[in-house]
């Protein structure tokens, strides 16, 4: 069974820096995109950082400079690194990725991790 296993994420105060990372666990798939999300309560989720294609990268403006998305493809991993966090980076984080096997597609979301930055 295919999922998304997060870990990282809690409280950092202004300026201080987490990594949250992400794995896809399961078999015979390819892993088409995958990213990270983020949503505050009352608010749509919005995209934070994707890799496509396994090469390509979109950053939201407001996080661009100071988040970095990585890849290790052999464990199908990404790994969010977020420096200069700011209370406005406060939100629950959300790992998306789109997966897809011989014969099917399908998007995957992570149970989602708490980030607060707060002083």
């Known amino acids: 069974q295919v999922q998304l296993v997060e870990s990282g994420g809690g409280l950092v105060q202004p300026g201080g820096s987490l990594r949250l990372s992400c794995a896809a666990t399961g078999n015979n798939f390819v892993v088409n995109a995958m990213g990270w999300y983020r949503q505050v309560p009352g608010k749509q989720r919005e995209l934070v950082a994707l890799l496509t294609g396994g090469q390509s990268i979109n950053y939201a403006d407001s996080v661009k400079g100071r988040f970095t998305l990585s890849e290790d493809s052999a464990k199908n991993t990404v790994y969010l690194r977020m420096d200069s966090l700011a209370p406005e980076d406060t939100a629950i984080y959300f790992c998306?990725?789109?997966?897809?096997?011989?014969?099917?597609?399908?998007?995957?979301w992570g149970q989602g991790t708490q980030v607060t930055v707060s002083s």
């Open positions: 998306y990725a789109k997966l897809a096997g011989e014969l099917w597609a399908h998007d995957y």
